[in-house]
């Protein structure tokens, strides 16, 4: 029995992912951003240079170095719509950065990515230095070009 219910439910969520991939196929876009710094994405540190977005299916996307070997699969959720321009938005804290949203010109809805355990490390240790410290500053990279 719990055999069969496992199967169903399998198969019921490989339908949903594929459903949901067909129906925003037509919004696959690629983007390109020029990113000045270091940044973390999940636990994945990447160097600075230029980088392509793209988007799999509604929540999940990939961004993959252009000047090196290094890309990442990234899970994501949707952000309140409060920009129209395309961009990255990182957190920062001091000199580490960390991928926070990602936003599209002509999408009502932005795309989160969840905050990694190293994210929230850095946070409890600023926290534990001074309380205004806690919040990070956002750091805006405005993408260079879209391929849709």
Same mark, same amino acid.
């Given at each position: 029995m719990k055999r069969q219910a496992l199967m169903i439910l399998t198969t019921l969520s490989l339908f949903v992912l594929l459903t949901d991939t067909s129906v925003y196929a037509q919004y696959r876009t690629v983007l390109v951003a020029n990113i000045p710094f270091e940044f973390a994405i999940g636990n994945k540190e990447f160097p600075a240079g230029k980088y392509t977005i793209s988007y799999i299916n509604t929540m999940l996307m990939r961004i993959q170095s252009q000047d090196s070997n290094q890309s990442m699969f990234v899970l994501t959720g949707p952000a309140e719509a409060r920009?129209?321009? !395309?961009? @990255?938005?990182?957190?920062?804290? %001091?000199?580490?950065?960390?991928? !926070?949203? @990602?936003?599209?010109?002509?999408? %009502?809805?932005?795309?989160?990515?969840?905050?990694?355990?190293?994210?929230?490390?850095?946070?409890?240790?600023r926290r534990a230095l001074a309380r205004s410290a806690s919040e990070p500053q956002t750091v805006d990279i405005m993408l260079v070009g879209s391929n849709r």
């Open positions: 920009n129209t321009q !395309s961009k @990255l938005v990182f957190n920062r804290y %001091e000199d580490q950065y960390f991928l !926070s949203t @990602l936003w599209t010109t002509g999408n %009502e809805v932005g795309r989160r990515v969840r905050m990694s355990r190293s994210e929230r490390e850095v946070i409890r240790a």
